[in-house]
């Protein structure tokens, strides 16, 4: 299994925090972001990343090197990165061409979300919080018996359950070549500026996908400096208890 991390973004809201560097290089109790996430990953036994990067990308590069933990670090460019981020996960379609991980690099969580979702024995699975509060702008999970049937920013009614996707998603080979000819057709279509999230709804349409749930466990994503703090102050220590 490889995992994709989409590491290109500029994070301007972050840049005061982040000292200028790409926000996947936020520091948090002493390790960046994204070399926490590989090293969680190499635990959990993921042997390759392939980090696309963008903002930054020869600072991510140095700082990441081959890889931390033992797991091997690739680095793609995606030199659009201030358009949607279709086009970094689109960097790295050569990997969609067996099972992988779709993953964020702005979230910090724990070992176990991790290993939940590399370990779970479904093939097609999201990560789902329900028990995060809905602001209107968290993209939910749709889920009817153990299936789900769609992602929406803010949510709809009408579902067995609805929950905030972590930003991790994992497939099968089949499904992530699935992945790769739908995002080629919105690309060739000329939809460049969306979300990578907004090809999703195409694929759970015709592949079902699963979900393992984390409520209650600690994690956060980096979008603004109060998720730095609040990372800081809440989040850590919550995740050194959990060791």
């Not at 520091?27 to 996430?37: M, Q, T």
């Not at 089949?174 to 000819?181: D, E, S, Y």
Request: aromatic share 4%; hydrophobic share 45%; net charge negative.
């Amino acid at each position: 299994m490889t995992a994709i991390i989409l590491a290109a973004g500029v994070g301007k809201r972050l840049l005061d925090a982040s000292g200028g560097k790409p926000k996947c290089l936020i520091r948090i109790g002493g390790r960046s972001l994204l070399e926490r996430l590989l090293q969680q990953l190499a635990a959990a036994g993921v042997a390759e990343a392939v980090v696309v990067v963008g903002f930054g990308a020869e600072v991510v590069r140095a700082e990441i090197g081959a890889g931390p933990g033992g797991i091997r670090a690739r680095f793609v460019d995606n030199p659009r990165f201030r358009e949607g981020a279709i086009l970094s996960l689109w960097s790295a379609e050569a990997a969609l061409c067996g099972p992988v991980l779709v993953m964020d690099a702005d979230v910090l969580c724990g070992q176990t979300m991790i290993d939940r979702l590399v370990h779970t024995a479904r093939d097609n699975c999201f990560l789902l919080d329900a028990s995060s509060d809905n602001t209107g702008e968290e993209q939910m999970l749709l889920v009817r018996g153990e299936r789900v049937l769609n992602i929406v920013r803010g949510g709809a009614p009408g579902y067995d359950l609805m929950g905030e996707s972590i930003g991790f998603l994992k497939l099968s080979g089949a499904a992530a070549g699935l992945l790769r000819q739908l995002l080629a057709a919105k690309i060739g279509a000329g939809h460049t500026g969306i979300e990578h999230e907004e090809v999703y709804p195409d694929l759970l349409t015709r592949v079902p996908v699963g979900f393992e749930r984390v409520d209650g466990l600690p994690w956060t994503e980096i979008d603004f400096p109060d998720d730095v703090t609040r990372a800081e102050r809440e989040i850590l220590p919550r995740l050194d208890e959990a060791g």
